[in-house]
Each structure stands twice: as structure tokens, then as C-alpha cells.
């Protein structure tokens, strides 16, 4: 049941951020990412990367007269990852379909604050070798910060906290006793722009 739960929150999200657009303003949000990963020393000489994301963004008012108030959902290709440095870098990029589902306070007219979660798919890695060896899912907490500066482009930054690890693998000592590594996952900082089509 535990290996179903996942799954089941994943399907939960989709259905809840697709019920959300229906009445929703939509835009589109593109933008670079500062990706790397948290591990206890289980990497060596590892360094972030520059990667980059875009996709779909619908905002939605479920009360409204709380017009400061808000949720936002994403539909994102989002590649996240990290590189290791010896006599040259070694990238890993990891491909996912991003879904964050976000709190929105809108501080004035044109600032605010957000916070929720992020769920990942993986697609695929560029380490094609070892696909078997990532998690296909990957979840996080957000929390960011836009700023409009027009009237339908707002300009946005956030970080992604990573909560379950990328990698699921058993490493081996010289004595041949294994232990599984679960320590090592993304972290990210997102920053760009969205253009909103309807409002």
C-alpha cells in the first residue's frame, strides 16, 4: 500500500489541478533554473548546473471576495539536475513534468507571496545507462515570490525544496555489506517570467 501511495497522491493532484482550471486565468511561464542537489558527502566534487523549465499556468479565486487570495497550478517541462567536476564536468540532467500547486497572497497590486508543493514525474535522464536507478517521482516543497510588472507580465523567483530522494540504488563496501542510498535530492531555484493570454 505504502509503494501505491505515490501514485495515488500524484493522480489526486492532477485531478484536483485540473478541476482548478476550468474557471481559471491562463498564461505561460518560461524561465532558467539554478538546479542542484542536497546529499551527505555521497557526491564528490558536485556543483549545480543552469537548466530551465516552461510550460502552462492557470490562476484560480476559489473565494471571491478574498481578492487577495489565490491558487496556482502549473503544468511545467522542468529539467532539474546537477554536475560533478574532475578533469572535466559530468552533467546529469533529469527531464520531469512538474505540477505545483501553490498558495498565492497577493501582498499589494503588484506583489506577492507563494507557497505549496511540487510533484515530478521523471521522463527520462541523460545518464540513459542507469534510467532504472531514478525515482520516477519526485516531490517537494515551493515558495516564491512575483512582482507584475505589466498589466498581464508578472516576473517571478522560486525554490524548490526536495523532499524524497532522485536516486534509489544499494551501494557496497569492500566486505560486501550494502547500503541504500536515499540521501541525495534536488534542489532549485526557478526564476522567470509568466505572460497572462485570459484574465
Do not use: W
Amino acid at each position: 500500500m505504502k509503494k501505491n501511495l505515490p501514485k495515488k497522491l500524484a493522480t489526486a493532484l492532477l485531478l484536483l489541478s485540473i478541476s482548478l482550471c476550468i474557471k481559471a486565468q491562463f498564461g505561460f511561464s518560461t524561465g532558467a533554473s539554478i538546479s542542484d542537489v542536497k546529499h551527505n558527502n555521497l557526491l564528490k566534487s558536485e556543483s549545480p548546473i543552469i537548466t530551465g523549465f516552461t510550460g502552462l499556468s492557470f490562476q484560480f479565486r476559489p473565494v471571491r471576495n478574498l481578492k487577495y487570495f489565490s491558487i496556482v497550478t502549473e503544468f511545467l517541462y522542468n529539467v532539474k539536475g546537477y554536475k560533478q567536476v574532475f578533469e572535466k564536468d559530468y552533467p546529469t540532467y533529469l527531464h520531469y513534468f512538474s505540477l505545483p500547486i501553490l498558495l498565492n497572497f497577493n501582498i499589494t497590486n503588484k506583489l506577492s507571496l507563494q507557497g505549496g508543493t511540487e510533484l515530478s514525474g521523471l521522463i527520462v535522464t541523460s545518464n540513459k545507462a542507469n534510467n532504472e536507478l531514478y525515482e520516477q517521482l519526485d516531490m517537494g516543497l515551493d515558495a516564491g515570490i512575483g512582482f507584475l510588472v505589466y498589466k498581464n507580465v508578472q516576473l517571478f523567483a522560486r525554490y524548490n525544496y526536495g523532499l524524497t530522494p532522485i536516486l534509489n540504488y544499494d551501494k557496497s563496501d569492500e566486505f560486501g555489506n550494502t547500503t541504500p542510498i536515499k540521501d541525495i535530492k534536488n534542489q532549485n531555484i526557478m526564476i522567470g517570467f509568466k505572460v497572462i493570454f485570459i484574465q
